[in-house]
């Protein structure tokens, strides 16, 4: 499945990064914690997080992940959205939790 | 640190206690550097943790602090030194778990307790000491692994 399918059947609003769409999504994360994700996240896959600092765009481009998904009406911060701009990185937000996006995301047989 | 002159990649990054936001920098530079080089993705991907913790270890607890990266056919060697406050105890530190990072880390999602412990999975030689009120290093090797060898990272 596409980050473009997984954008639109989840309702999730890309702020930025929209020329990777067309990438496939290997698998999910989720988690507030930066180290937890350094040390388990593969490439390609989509992190679902409500930590809205720019460090979070360093660390989709360290793994390669898909992007990153700010849950639960979280607004990432300027400087965030500047530095996934300047990137390329995917940046997507959504209202819906972490817990209701992960087991959406699951559902669709993104594993 | 004196750079290895056979070296195919040296470089050493300066990095700053408490520049949360620069943080990352450092470690992107090396994904990119190295990149370059015909290293398997596997031990680019182990590198690139490892820096990562290393770096974000510096800007957490300490003042101030360099990472060296070398690369030498398909070896990479990541040296992490700082001047900060030291770790009084080494063990417990390597806890998963344990953290004496700050609250304002904490609440960007650092201080996990998981660093060291990233770093010495993704190492395949990992030496940590460390000086009360001077500083700590780290030295790390990585070395291709051959695949299902290990735990994936």
């Known amino acids: ?24 999504v290997t698998g999910g994360c989720v ?3 930066l180290s937890y994700v350094m040390g388990t996240a593969q490439a390609g896959n989509l992190w679902i997080t409500i930590q ?37 990185i995917l940046l997507l937000t959504s209202k819906e939790t972490a817990f209701a996006l992960a087991g959406r995301l699951y559902a669709l047989g993104v594993r | 640190m004196t750079p290895d002159p056979e070296a195919s990649f040296a470089r050493t990054y300066p990095i700053l206690g408490g520049g949360f936001f620069l943080a990352g920098r450092a470690s992107g530079e090396v994904k990119r550097g190295l ?27 300490a003042i101030s602090g360099e990472i060296s ?7 990479v060697t990541v040296i992490a030194a700082d001047r900060g406050p030291g770790i009084p105890n080494i063990e417990q530190a390597l806890v998963p778990g344990y953290s004496t990072a700050s609250d304002k880390a ?26 009360l009120e001077r500083g700590t290093r780290v030295e790390m090797h990585f070395r291709p692994r051959s695949p299902g060898a290990k735990e994936k990272l």
Request: with cysteine; charged share 25%.
């Open chain 1, 31 to 33: 988690s507030d914690l």
């Open chain 2, 69 to 75: 990266v070398s690369a030498r056919d398909a070896c």
């Open chain 2, 106 to 131: 904490r609440s960007l999602g650092f201080g996990a307790g998981m660093g060291l412990t990233n770093m010495r999975r993704c190492a395949d030689e990992f030496r940590i000491s460390s000086e």
């Open chain 2, 35 to 61: 990149g370059e080089l015909p290293l398997p993705p596997e031990l680019l991907r182990r590198v690139v943790i490892a820096t990562y913790e290393a770096e974000m270890n510096i800007v957490i607890h």
């Open chain 1, 52 to 88: 809205v600092h720019p460090n979070i765009i360093g660390v989709v481009e360290l793994l390669d992940l898909a992007g990153v998904v700010v849950a639960h009406g979280q607004t990432p911060e300027e400087p965030t959205i500047d530095k996934a701009r300047e990137q390329g």
């Open chain 1, 1 to 24: 499945m596409t980050v473009a399918e997984v954008a639109q059947t989840l309702g999730l609003d890309v702020l930025t990064g929209h020329r990777t769409v067309s990438r496939e």
